[in-house]
């Protein structure tokens, strides 16, 4: 019965249904890998990735993202395909996602393929049907653009790689970011199992590097590397232990990203906390924050946050809540000091820093030109000296500068200013935020 | 006397120009670059029109190259695709430093030079904008098989993002208009793109829309919408990231309205 209503589905109530079923997947990054065309087929990538539109959330439409099915045999209590919803259901066929990734991407509307997938039958099987598609896209299409997809946990190691020769990225949700949270929440899943995946393609990346650095023409498995995803706030972890996951997926893993989503109560479950203030955005904000300070600016999670300390200041950005706890190392002189000292400033970002240590070579900088160089004076200023001298006398001293920080109102995203409202923040990408 | 070199607003205009500036021997100081010919002159000036001239152009480029890296070519190429009336004298001089250091490769990050800093920010401003229709250009599938896009952008973006979409879409026949100028990148298959002046959009468009594209149109708005997560729904953030002058050619806002989340 089901199979024919399905049979008699066209594509728009496909798409619509398996994009929705999607579109909680905060991944939509395009970057990571360049390639050119060979001159036989379409597509090529940008390393930085290329934002083809912006959603009604302000997020950037990158990839066509979407599942293969949102049927599922799991019941995961956060998630809105589980097996005990009554939702709509639809499942592509390869060659419908072929189509559509062809004829979108041949109108600029995508740089690519973004494909998860709800559990049909089994592990193997999903798995199964992801690699075909990507086969067929791959070979039959000479699709070069990005393709990212998912690693099914518990799926046979083979099919992981055969895969992941054909993809550019290759994730794994770790959902939630502690053993006890998955048990709760996703008794399904297990923890052990969904690392297994992640561990092969760290391993065979490892191998494959080697095979490349032998046959410059040796084909390339998962070149863009993985990522994973974290829900904030759906089972109690504090933020010290976010970011100890999110650090152990960065230097044990080589993790390319890690993504933090805001719980969002889609699931009627007494299981599932009612947040009063809605997701938590602004604490997804300044994990946000965090994570560019561990992945750009050499910081360590304990030198942020410590286990008597879990928690992130939500009224400042994780920086300057350090700097403030470490006036001692400050201020900085602009003229002399290396970049990594530099990069641990309040207000300097990784490409100011880069811009000053170039352009001090070739001459004497003063406060105009930092400016220029897109460095925040009203946040550095506490922090600096330039050719020794002050922009305008300030104290060195706690609650002075944490006055007169908060008095100047941090550029917040939409949307995590004020924490009750259910606005999207969105520039995951973009490293202004960790200034 | 100053000698003001007006030359062409394009890219081979101004290093044309730079050129016949350097050329004429007369000392950087005693000459001038401008694109601007508002018939506003100034006293003790001497006016000289350049006429744009790609081998001397090509000249300038190698030279550039040579000894001041790509990096450096790519910064000024940008720069002179974006609407400034200082733009050409800028170049100019950042040329005219950057061949008197030892090393011209650093010339890129000397932002305490003012004309540099200049260039830089043009730079800036107009990769942004190429960067950003490289993602927001909408091709349209007409009958015979090209695929035609519109824009337009404050700056001179076509050769900017040509080679991009060159490469991307190698087999097919393509054609990127700029509204504002009324000419066109246009790509044949398997060969390669180049830039059409006085292009006859209505012409172009002779063939109508191919049977296709209706469907992948509404395909893709449908992806559109469903694709929000409308808990979290912005759209002062959209607004700010895709600002209205980027969408009229745009089919997902292609509404009254021009927004996304209404029919
Ligand atoms: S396995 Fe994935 S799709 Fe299935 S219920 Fe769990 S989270 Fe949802």
Known sequence: ???????????????????????????????????????????????????????????????????????????????????????????????????????????????????????????????????????????????????????IPGADPVLIERTGYLADRMSVNLELPTAEGLRALAPQKQRPKMLAPIRQVYSERQQNRQELALYRHAPKFVPAGQSTQMIIGASGESDWQIMKVAEHMYRKYEMKRVFYSAFLRVNEDRLLPVLPGGPPLLREHRLYQADWLLRFYGFGTEELLSEDRPDFNLLLDPKCDWALRHLEQFPVEVMRADYHTLLRVPGIGYRSAGRIVRARRLGTLDYENLKKMGVVLKRAVYFITCGGKQMYPVKLQEDYILRNLMDGKEKLPAGARDTSGYEQLSLFDDPRFSV | MIRVFQCEDTLTGILTGVYDAWDSRLGHEHVRLSTVCDGNLELFCEYVQTEPDTEKAEKVIRTIKRRMGEEAFEMIAYAASYPDDQKADAIYRMIVTGLHLPDGRQITGMLTHPQVRLVFELRRKAWHIAHRYMGFVRFRELENGVLFSEIDGEADVLALIAPHFADRLPLENWAVYDHRRQKAAVHISGKGWMILEDVDKEQLLEPGASAQEAEYEALWKVFHRAIGIQERTNGRLQMSLLPRKFRQFMNEFSCPEGRADRP
Not at chain 1, 43 to 68: E, M, Q, T, V, Y
């Open chain 1, 1 to 151: 019965m089901k199979y024919r209503i399905e049979q008699q589905m066209d594509l728009r109530e496909k798409l619509g249904i398996l994009a929705d079923a999607a579109k909680y997947d905060v991944a939509c990054t395009s970057s990571g890998v360049e390639r050119k065309n060979t001159g036989y087929g379409v597509g090529n990538c940008i390393a930085p990735g290329i934002c083809h539109s912006f959603s009604a959330d302000g997020r950037c439409i990158s990839l066509l993202k979407i599942l293969f099915t949102n049927e599922c045999i799991f019941d995961c209590k956060y998630c809105i395909n589980r097996r005990s919803n009554d939702v709509p259901r639809a499942s592509f066929t390869p060659q419908e996602v072929c189509d559509l990734v062809m004829g979108f991407y041949r109108r600029n509307y995508i740089e690519g393929l973004f494909l998860s997938s709800g559990i049909l039958v089994s592990p193997d099987a999903t798995m199964e049907l992801l690699y075909q598609t990507l086969y067929k896209l791959r070979r039959e299409y000479h699709f070069q653009g990005y393709i990212h997809v998912k690693a």
